[in-house]
């Protein structure tokens, strides 16, 4: 490119697989934030971290995994220090949670997205990472820097809760509580 | 079985799991927003920070 200058071929080959991996970045900090204008902000500033951190990557591990963890890690000091909440849509959960029992309809991205916010987010971490993003469990404890035991109780009760939002059965129950509460 | 095990559409998972990975691409498939393209200069820039 000629407006830039021409790095080191270690530099061009990382910087060409970084920019490989910016759509699942930003897929995993929207899934995580729940908000797109706050997921791209942290998704550039990841890749940034990254591109200055690239001497500490080896060559031929893995760019997604570790651009994962940074990005993660990024995201939880901003809201250490922002506090920034994500702007869950409780109008669309509770549209969630109305719908008809039996309704056979597709599920709405809509539906999908507010049940995933409304997770723990430690659970909310690990379904996007195993069950969204595809890593291995071991992969995804690396990430979230925790036991692969607690990385894969975090995935089961987040399947639970999402099986609860979202499948008829369960949302009938939960309705059923609303009303009587 | 369970609502959470249950099958949807003989598909052998869950309805909602493919939901999940159908919200995940939708994104992975979104072309890169108009605020990426400085990106690159970005990079280049934090070399001389």
């Known amino acids: 490119m000629p407006d830039r200058i021409q790095g080191s071929p270690e530099d061009e080959s990382f910087r060409k697989e970084l920019l490989t991996v910016l759509p699942h970045l930003r897929a995993f900090a929207r899934g995580l934030s729940g908000r797109s204008d706050f997921a791209d902000d942290l998704v550039q500033e990841a890749a940034i971290k990254a591109w200055t951190a690239r001497e500490r990557y080896q060559a031929g591990t893995n760019m997604r995994a570790w651009t994962f963890a940074i990005l993660r890690n990024h995201y939880l000091s901003e809201l250490r220090r922002s506090r920034r909440q994500t702007d869950l849509d409780e109008g669309a959960v509770e549209r969630m949670l109305v719908m008809d029992a039996d309704q056979e309809g597709p599920l709405h991205l809509g539906d999908m997205e507010a049940a995933l916010q409304k997770l723990a987010p430690e659970r909310r971490e690990a379904v996007l990472l195993v069950g969204a993003s595809g890593f291995s469990y071991e992969e995804a404890a690396e990430i979230a820097c925790c036991p692969i035991g607690t990385m894969k109780s975090r995935v089961a009760r987040a399947r639970a809760d999402l099986a609860r939002m979202l499948d008829g059965e369960a949302v009938a129950v939960e309705v059923k509580k609303r009303r009587a509460g | ?49």
């Open chain 2, 1 to 49: 079985m369970p609502p959470d095990l249950r099958p949807a559409n003989g598909t052998g998972e869950p309805g909602w799991a493919g939901g999940l990975r159908k919200l995940y691409n939708s994104v992975v498939d979104e072309p890169l927003p108009d605020s990426f393209k400085d990106l690159l200069k970005k990079l280049d820039d934090s070399d001389d920070a």
